[in-house]
C-alpha cells in the first residue's frame, strides 16, 4: 500500500514552460515533505522541503506548494531548463523518529 | 566531505551466487538506510540502523537479504543465494538523524546489481 503516490511517470515540459509535478498522500500523520532530485547513475540529492504547517516554500525557480486537505502536493519549476530533466522523488516523514517514504518517482524531461 | 560511497559500482553475478555490497557514510552521521530502485516499486527502504543498531529490517524482502553494520563507518548489505528478481540498483543513504528533519538524507550514488 502506497503512503506517497505520484501518478505520473514521466513529464514533457518544453524550456522556458512551468514544470509541475504531483504527489499525493494518504498518511495524515505525515508533517514534513521533501523533493529529491535525481540524475542517471547518481544518488538522489535534496532539492526542496516544506512542513505541514506551511503551505508553500520558494527557493529559486523551485516552489513546493502543499495542501494538506487535498493531501496533496506540487512541486513548481520556472522556468523549467534543460538541466532540469531528471526523476523527480517525493519524499514524507510521519510524526515521531521514523523514516522517510517515498513515491516511485516522475521522470521530466525539459526539451529544448 | 565525500560524500556516502558505495561500491561497487556494478555488479553482475550468476543466480546463487552470494553479493555483498558495501557502504561508507558521511562521517557524523548517526543513521544509514538501505533502499532498493526498481521500475515497479520506486525507491523502498530495506532496512535502517541507528547508532550501529539495525531499528527495522522489515522491508527486507527475505532471509536471503542480510545487512550489518559492525561500526559508525561501514555497513553490508548481502544477499546469499542471489536471484534474477534481486536485479536492481541498491542505495545506501546517511543522515544525522532517523527522521531527516534537521538533517536531509544524503545517498551513495549506488550498486546497480545484475543476476543472470
Known amino acids: 500500500d502506497q503512503q506517497v503516490k505520484q501518478n505520473s511517470p514521466s513529464l514533457s515540459v518544453q524550456e522556458g514552460r512551468i514544470s509541475i509535478l504531483n504527489c499525493d498522500y494518504t498518511n495524515s500523520m505525515f508533517d514534513y515533505f521533501l523533493w529529491y532530485k535525481k540524475y542517471p547513475a547518481e544518488g538522489p540529492t535534496f532539492l526542496i522541503s516544506?512542513?505541514?504547517?506551511?503551505d508553500k516554500n520558494e527557493d529559486g525557480r523551485f516552489t513546493v506548494f502543499l495542501n494538506k486537505s487535498a493531501k496533496h502536493l506540487s512541486l513548481h519549476i520556472v522556468p523549467s531548463q534543460p538541466g532540469d530533466s531528471a526523476v523527480y522523488f517525493c519524499a514524507a516523514r510521519g510524526s515521531g523518529n521514523t523514516p522517510l517514504v517515498f513515491g516511485k518517482g516522475t521522470r521530466l524531461s525539459v526539451i529544448a | 566531505d565525500a560524500g556516502v560511497i558505495q561500491s561497487p559500482r556494478h555488479e553482475v553475478t550468476e543466480m546463487g551466487q552470494e553479493v555483498t555490497l558495501r557502504c561508507k557514510p558521511i562521517?557524523?552521521?548517526?543513521?544509514l538506510f538501505w533502499y532498493r530502485q526498481t521500475m515497479m516499486r520506486g525507491l523502498e527502504l530495506l532496512i535502517y540502523?541507528?547508532?550501529?543498531?539495525?531499528?527495522?529490517d522489515s522491508g527486507m524482502p527475505e532471509d536471503r537479504f542480510s545487512a550489518k553494520m559492525p561500526n559508525a563507518s561501514f555497513s553490508t548489505l548481502k544477499i546469499q543465494p542471489s536471484e534474477p528478481r534481486d536485479s536492481a540498483v541498491y542505495f545506501c543513504a546517511s543522515s544525522a538523524g532517523v527522521s531527516s528533519y534537521n538533517s536531509p538524507l544524503h545517498f551513495g550514488n549506488g550498486t546497480r546489481l545484475t543476476v543472470t
Open positions: 562521517s557524523g552521521h548517526n543513521s
Open positions: 516544506i512542513s505541514s504547517i506551511k
Open positions: 540502523f541507528n547508532n550501529n543498531v539495525p531499528i527495522d
